[in-house]
């Protein structure tokens, strides 16, 4: 299988643009997860979805991001108006529901807003 | 809440020393895994090994060892003659498990491993 892929890897873009992220998970995997990971922390849950249902969003997604998993199988999160708090590597993971459960990362995008 | 402590930040051994990386963590439930993800300078994060809540064993796989104690609601782990490319972030994380869960993961903080030649 290959592994959970993501594109960009590096984004720069100056405070108040947009940007999107794409991830793309093993295939066969149905569920699939955004974190968000600044310099010196563990990962932080950003959304969640099984198949194309978007299930569950933290309280740290603010209304300039959104995610969409169309067809169930990959994933773009936008960001609006992005902000300097903005900068963080955006990690991905999917797993299969019922199977293990366990979450394989992809290797992130690093957004730098300036 | 659910919660995991990480409380060393930094750890630097040198080569072929064992070394035990705490993770102490809070949840409610009676039902969820833990798991244990490496992350190398790449970035990318590397999954090592998930337990169950029901499952108490402990776990060896080469030089890597898992001590899981409800009890003291720990999940400490272990490298065993440490090499340079054990260098890395270590990562314990808490999901809990139910018919409605996300599954999401809840990460402690990290800890820095450096192994020195």
């Known amino acids: 299988d290959t592994g959970v892929s993501q594109d960009p890897r590096h984004k720069i873009t100056k405070r108040g643009q947009n940007v999107t992220f794409r991830c793309d998970p093993i295939?066969?995997?149905?569920?699939l997860y955004w974190y968000r990971q600044t310099l010196g922390q563990g990962p932080e849950f950003l959304t969640y979805?099984?198949?194309?249902?978007?299930?569950?969003k933290s309280r740290l997604l603010s209304d300039r991001f959104s995610a969409e998993r169309p067809k169930g199988s990959f994933s773009t999160l936008e960001i609006q108006r992005t902000e300097q708090g903005d900068s963080a590597m955006y990690l991905c993971?999917?797993?299969?529901?019922?199977?293990?459960?366990?979450?394989?990362f992809g290797p992130g995008t690093r957004l730098t807003v300036l | 809440a659910q919660k995991v402590t990480q409380a060393q930040t930094e750890i630097s051994v040198v080569e072929k020393e064992d070394v035990t990386l705490d993770c102490v963590y809070e949840t409610r439930d009676t039902t969820y895994y833990l798991f244990w993800y490496k992350q190398p300078p790449s970035g990318e994060l590397v999954f090592l090994i998930r337990r169950n809540s029901f499952d108490e064993q402990n776990e060896i796989s080469g030089r890597y060892s898992w001590n899981f104690q409800k009890s003291t609601s720990s999940f400490n782990f272990t490298i065993t003659a440490s090499q340079v490319v054990d260098s890395a972030v270590y990562f314990c994380?808490?999901?809990?498990?139910?018919?409605?869960?996300?599954?999401?993961?809840?990460f402690g903080s990290g800890t820095r491993l450096l192994v020195r030649p």
């Open positions: 979805f099984q198949n194309e249902a978007q299930l569950e």
């Open positions: 295939s066969e995997h149905n569920r």
């Open positions: 994380a808490l999901s809990e498990v139910s018919v409605d869960s996300s599954y999401k993961l809840i």
């Open positions: 993971a999917s797993s299969l529901a019922g199977y293990t459960d366990t979450q394989y």
